[in-house]
């Protein structure tokens, strides 16, 4: 069977899948829907993004997965609509920091001590988010849109791993914190030096993200935490500066 590329691409990346009943939809390895299946497939209300999308002979717009696992298709014949355009504007985005240089191990589950998959999140990466879970002491949990798998937002003990990354005009300004040594700051859960800290800490080097700036009486500027797990100040007396803020571009 013969397809034929649309010359309109890209036109949505992001797609969704659904064919109103609770099969998985199996990946094929080719743009057929009698071509060869892989050993993956797509629940029911999984967004994932394309890379290619063909018109077939037979009508039927075949998708290629980002990720590279295979093929599927958009509607298939007798059985009506499968798949549909995804607005990624309805997706939001995070990025991963990347703390001392190494990958995250996405899991298949929303647990970070659940089983892991064989797909990572590099250093930096930014990757956009289908559905987010509030999980026990304070994680939040990220289904990747892609399919890829779960990524989490912190890790008791170690500190945050990911934040919202978006539109400079609708997200929240970024923060660099850079001490003059190389010790942690731990959040504070109200805009006071003195407040009680939390167990989560920001590492040096490390880029958070901050939806409200105030100036407290003792003249320090507190930053509220954007993922509203609480506060940062820029600065503390006997110390110096702490925290820069970053320009986009």
């Not at 700036?213 to 609480?230: K, T």
């Amino acid at each position: 069977m013969h397809t034929v590329p649309l010359h309109t691409m890209p036109l949505t990346k992001a797609w969704r899948y659904d064919a109103g009943h609770d099969k998985p939809l199996i990946i094929r390895v080719e743009p057929n829907i009698d071509g060869p299946k892989t050993k993956y497939g797509l629940d029911p209300g999984t967004i994932f993004t394309v890379s290619e999308e063909l018109r077939g002979e037979d009508g039927v717009l075949y998708l290629k997965l980002e990720d590279g696992t295979g093929w599927v298709f958009s509607s298939k014949p007798g059985l009506g609509k499968m798949c549909e355009r995804y607005s990624e504007g309805d997706l939001a985005h995070w990025r991963y920091s990347g703390r001392e240089e190494r990958m995250l191990t996405l899991r298949k589950v929303p647990d970070i001590d659940g089983p892991c998959t064989e797909k990572f999140l590099e250093p930096g990466e930014v990757f956009a988010v289908s559905q987010e879970l509030e999980g026990s002491n304070g994680v939040k949990y990220l289904k990747l849109a892609d399919g890829r798998g779960w990524a989490f937002d912190r890790k008791p003990g170690v500190g945050i791993l990911c934040q919202p990354y978006g539109n400079p005009d609708s997200q929240p300004l970024p923060w660099r914190y850079n001490p003059r040594d190389d010790l942690p700051i731990f959040i504070r859960e109200g805009p006071d030096i003195n407040a009680p800290r939390k167990q989560e800490a920001i590492y040096p080097g490390d880029t958070f993200y901050v939806s409200e700036e105030r100036r407290g009486q003792d003249g320090i500027l507190y930053l509220a935490l954007a993922d509203g797990h609480g506060w940062l100040f820029d600065s503390k007396p006997g110390v110096g500066k702490l925290c820069e803020r970053l320009v986009r571009n």
